[in-house]
């Protein structure tokens, strides 16, 4: 008797708590629709925890989000950027997300980090163009040499014109990151201090320095 009613107990919380129910069930990355979960786990590891700024350049940011447009980071988020770090997220990559995963990304990003536009940042270029580097040059000396040096390979900032570093950044990158700056790590921005025309020379200057590359293998 005693046996028969341990073997009902057991058998009854068997079935009662053994089993899992839906709520439960993990989440399948595909599944994921919440945009702090999915930047989290995609985009956090190079752009920072709610995209302050890591490896990469912060996306936090209203100007950015407002000059780069939505479109356009669509688009990257789709193809990545060739040539660089930056992957792309397609169905056929290694890490894919859904039609509806990038767009929960793209709107989240939109609403949580578009905020207000500062004044300086209406009407201006995102993508980059071709420059002069010989007005680049000049500009760089008013602009940039305070802090990375009158030849740009140093000073109280880093190198900027290291050809290996060159090499893994994109034009696009580079207007980036003096158009809108990595405030996170003290590089100002330079959107509000010159116009778009300068930006451009002052890459084509900097990508001067790319070919004095010393590997004899590439
Ligand atoms: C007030 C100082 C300051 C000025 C002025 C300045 N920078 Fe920087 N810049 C920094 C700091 C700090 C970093 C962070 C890395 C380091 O310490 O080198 C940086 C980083 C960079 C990087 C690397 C960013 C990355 O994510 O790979 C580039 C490129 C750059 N600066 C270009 C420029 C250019 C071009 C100008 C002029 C338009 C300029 N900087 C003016 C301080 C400055
Ligand atoms: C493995 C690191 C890595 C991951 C993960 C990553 N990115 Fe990037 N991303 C980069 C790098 C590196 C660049 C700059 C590439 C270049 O040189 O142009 C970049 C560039 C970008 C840019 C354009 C910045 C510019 O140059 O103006 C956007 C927007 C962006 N990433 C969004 C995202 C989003 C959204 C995710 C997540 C879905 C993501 N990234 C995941 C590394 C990464």
């Known amino acids: 008797m005693i046996k028969t009613i341990l073997l009902s107990v057991c058998i009854f919380l068997l079935l009662s708590c053994g089993k899992p129910s839906v709520d439960d069930r993990p989440i399948r990355p595909i599944e994921v629709l919440n945009f702090d979960t999915l930047f989290a786990q995609r985009c956090s590891g190079c752009h920072g925890n709610e995209g302050a700024g890591s490896a990469s ?3 936090h940011d209203s100007a950015f989000m407002h000059i780069a447009g939505k479109s356009t980071i669509r688009d990257l988020i789709v193809n990545g950027r060739k040539n660089t770090l930056m992957p792309s997220f397609q169905s056929n ?16 990003m ?17 993508e980059i163009q071709k420059g002069d580097a010989g007005r680049g040059r000049g500009a760089f000396a008013d602009l940039c040499a305070s802090c990375h040096g009158p030849d740009g390979t140093g000073a109280v900032a880093g190198s900027v014109v290291n050809a ?18 990595r405030p996170e790590l003290g590089m100002p921005n330079f959107a509000c201090k010159t116009d778009d025309k300068t930006i451009d ?14 590997n004899a293998n590439d």
Do not use: C, M
Request: aromatic share 12%; hydrophobic share 45%; net charge negative.
């Open 110 to 126: 939109s609403e949580n980090w578009g905020g207000e536009i500062p004044p300086w940042a209406e009407g201006r270029r995102y």
């Open 164 to 181: 290996s570093y060159l090499r893994l950044v994109s034009e696009q990158y580079l207007r980036s990151v003096i158009l809108f700056g």
């Open 201 to 214: 020379d002052i890459v084509a200057w900097l990508l001067t320095h790319k070919e004095n590359w010393s």
């Open 57 to 59: 350049i912060a996306l």
């Open 93 to 108: 990559t290694g890490n894919p997300l859904s039609d509806a995963q990038i767009d929960a990304l793209v709107i989240g």
